[in-house]
C-alpha cells in the first residue's frame, strides 16, 4: 500500500504512467474500473475544482465517493498525540483514520495550513497523521503542497508542447503574484518540484528574497533538476525571468519571515503589485510572445493577470482546470484498482 502526499516520494517514470494513463482515461472517460470501491473525501477547507472532479472521477470509475466536512456536517477532529481533549474536537485521528479505513477503500483529505507559525504547518501534520494510523491509501487533496494540481499542470503541458518528453529543456518560469490577502504556498511548492522532475529549467520569480519558498520544496526541486542535468534559478528581476520563457505559471503566495503576522507583511506585498501578468511581459517570453501563461484557479482578475492574457490564445487554465479529472482517475487506478 502506497500512499499519495506528495510527487517526491515518486519517480518521473511512475507519474509519467499516471499521465500516459490520463491521457487514455481522456478519450475513453467511463471505465468501471473501481466497480465497488469507495472513498472518504475530508474537506477541512472550501473548494470547487477538487471537490467536482474527485466525486465526478470516482463515479465515472464505478466507485462512490463520500464527502465528509469535519466541523460541519462531521465531527470536529483533534491531531494532537497526548491531547486532553477539553476543546471543540470530539475524536481524535487514530479513530477516525482507522474506522474510515474499515468503511472505504481510500481516504483524500484537503487541509490548509493554520497560518499562525509555518514551524508548526510545515509538519502537514494532519494529513501526515491520517497517513500514520490509515490501513488504505491516503491522498493529498491539497495541504501545503497540491500533488494532483502538479499531474493537472504537467498533463496540459506535455499535451501543448509536444509528448512526454517534450517538456526537457523548456524554461519554466513560477512567478510571484500580488494578491490583497496573503495565500498558502502549496501550489507554488508543487509547480516549482514538478517542473523540475520533468526536465524543465526553472525559474523563481519573485520581488525579494523574503518570498523565496521553504528550503525543503527549493532543495527538493535543486535535486530535481541536478538529477535532470537542468538548472533551478531564483531571480528578482521581471524582465530576466520572462525572456524566452516557454510556459509563465503565476501564483500568489504569502513572505515565509511573516507567516502568522501578515499585518507586517501587507505593506511590503502591496509594494509589488506590478507583478501581474499582463500582455507586456508575455511578450517576452519564447517565439516573440508564443509563452504559455497557466495558473491553479481561482484567480483573481487584473490583480493576478490581465483579463487579455488569461483570455488569450495562450492561456492554459480551462485545460489545466478539466485535467483535474484525468489525472486524478489515473491516480486513483493506480492505487485503488
Same mark, same amino acid.
Given at each position: 500500500?502506497?500512499?499519495?502526499?506528495?510527487?517526491?516520494?515518486?519517480?518521473?517514470?511512475?507519474?509519467?504512467?499516471?499521465?500516459?494513463?490520463?491521457?487514455?482515461?481522456?478519450?475513453?472517460?467511463?471505465?468501471?474500473?473501481?466497480?465497488?470501491?469507495?472513498?472518504?473525501?475530508?474537506?477541512?477547507?472550501?473548494?470547487?475544482?477538487?471537490?467536482?472532479?474527485?466525486?465526478?472521477?470516482?463515479?465515472?470509475?464505478? #466507485?462512490? !465517493?463520500?464527502?465528509?466536512? *469535519?466541523?460541519?456536517?462531521? @465531527?470536529?477532529?483533534?491531531? $494532537? %498525540?497526548?491531547? /486532553?481533549?477539553?476543546?471543540?474536537?470530539?475524536?481524535?485521528?487514530?479513530?477516525?483514520?482507522?474506522?474510515?479505513?474499515?468503511?472505504?477503500? #481510500?481516504? !483524500?483529505?484537503?487541509?490548509? *495550513?493554520?497560518?499562525?507559525? @509555518?514551524?508548526?504547518?510545515? $509538519? %502537514?501534520?494532519? /494529513?501526515?497523521?491520517?497517513?500514520?494510523?490509515?490501513?488504505?491509501?491516503?491522498?493529498?487533496?491539497?495541504?501545503?503542497?497540491?500533488?494532483?494540481?502538479?499531474?493537472?499542470?504537467?498533463?496540459?503541458?506535455?499535451?501543448?508542447?509536444?509528448?512526454?518528453?517534450?517538456?526537457?529543456?523548456?524554461?519554466?518560469?513560477?512567478?510571484?503574484?500580488?494578491?490583497?490577502?496573503?495565500?498558502?504556498?502549496?501550489?507554488?511548492?508543487?509547480?516549482?518540484?514538478?517542473?523540475?522532475?520533468?526536465?524543465?529549467?526553472?525559474?523563481?520569480?519573485?520581488?525579494?528574497?523574503?518570498?523565496?519558498?521553504?528550503?525543503?520544496?527549493?532543495?527538493?526541486?535543486?535535486?530535481?533538476?541536478?538529477?535532470?542535468?537542468?538548472?533551478?534559478?531564483?531571480?528578482?528581476?521581471?524582465?530576466?525571468?520572462?525572456?524566452?520563457?516557454?510556459?509563465?505559471?503565476?501564483?500568489?503566495?504569502?513572505?515565509?519571515?511573516?507567516?502568522?503576522?501578515?499585518?507586517?507583511?501587507?505593506?511590503?506585498?502591496?509594494?509589488?503589485?506590478?507583478?501581474?501578468?499582463?500582455?507586456?511581459?508575455?511578450?517576452?517570453?519564447?517565439?516573440?510572445?508564443?509563452?504559455?501563461?497557466?495558473?491553479?484557479?481561482?484567480?483573481?482578475?487584473?490583480?493576478?493577470?490581465?483579463?487579455?492574457?488569461?483570455?488569450?490564445?495562450?492561456?492554459?487554465?480551462?485545460?489545466?482546470?478539466?485535467?483535474?479529472?484525468?489525472?486524478?482517475?489515473?491516480?486513483?487506478?493506480?492505487?485503488?484498482?
Amino acid at each position: 500500500m502506497r500512499h499519495f502526499l506528495t510527487t517526491e516520494d515518486w519517480t518521473r517514470a511512475e507519474l509519467q504512467r499516471w499521465l500516459d494513463d490520463a491521457r487514455e482515461l481522456k478519450t475513453n472517460p467511463l471505465q468501471p474500473r473501481l466497480r465497488g470501491k469507495s472513498i472518504a473525501l475530508l474537506f477541512f477547507n472550501p473548494s470547487l475544482r477538487t471537490r467536482t472532479s474527485f466525486e465526478l472521477g470516482a463515479h465515472q470509475l464505478g #466507485a462512490k !465517493a463520500i464527502v465528509l466536512e *469535519p466541523g460541519k456536517g462531521a @465531527w470536529p477532529i483533534e491531531f $494532537e %498525540d497526548g491531547a /486532553i481533549m477539553d476543546g471543540d474536537a470530539e475524536e481524535h485521528v487514530r479513530e477516525v483514520a482507522r474506522v474510515l479505513s474499515r468503511y472505504c477503500d #481510500a481516504i !483524500a483529505v484537503r487541509a490548509f *495550513p493554520k497560518f499562525q507559525d @509555518w514551524s508548526v504547518d510545515r $509538519e %502537514d501534520r494532519v /494529513i501526515r497523521q491520517f497517513a500514520a494510523h490509515a490501513t488504505v491509501p491516503v491522498i493529498n487533496m491539497e495541504t501545503i503542497v497540491h500533488p494532483c494540481q502538479e499531474l493537472a499542470l504537467m498533463l496540459t503541458l506535455q499535451e501543448r508542447l509536444g509528448g512526454p518528453q517534450a517538456t526537457d529543456g523548456r524554461k519554466f518560469v513560477l512567478t510571484w503574484t500580488y494578491h490583497p490577502r496573503p495565500l498558502n504556498t502549496a501550489v507554488a511548492n508543487s509547480a516549482l518540484m514538478i517542473a523540475a522532475k520533468f526536465g524543465m529549467d526553472v525559474t523563481l520569480l519573485c520581488p525579494e528574497s523574503r518570498y523565496v519558498l521553504d528550503d525543503r520544496y527549493m532543495r527538493a526541486a535543486l535535486r530535481s533538476a541536478q538529477a535532470q542535468g537542468r538548472q533551478l534559478h531564483v531571480t528578482h528581476d521581471i524582465a530576466e525571468a520572462y525572456d524566452g520563457a516557454d510556459v509563465v505559471y503565476a501564483k500568489s503566495w504569502g513572505a515565509l519571515p511573516f507567516f502568522g503576522d501578515w499585518a507586517r507583511e501587507r505593506p511590503i506585498r502591496d509594494e509589488y503589485k506590478h507583478f501581474i501578468v499582463d500582455a507586456e511581459k508575455m511578450r517576452r517570453t519564447a517565439g516573440g510572445g508564443q509563452g504559455y501563461f497557466s495558473h491553479c484557479l481561482p484567480a483573481r482578475r487584473n490583480i493576478k493577470v490581465t483579463d487579455e492574457v488569461i483570455d488569450g490564445p495562450r492561456s492554459l487554465v480551462i485545460d489545466e482546470a478539466e485535467n483535474r479529472l484525468h489525472v486524478q482517475k489515473a491516480m486513483l487506478s493506480a492505487l485503488l484498482a
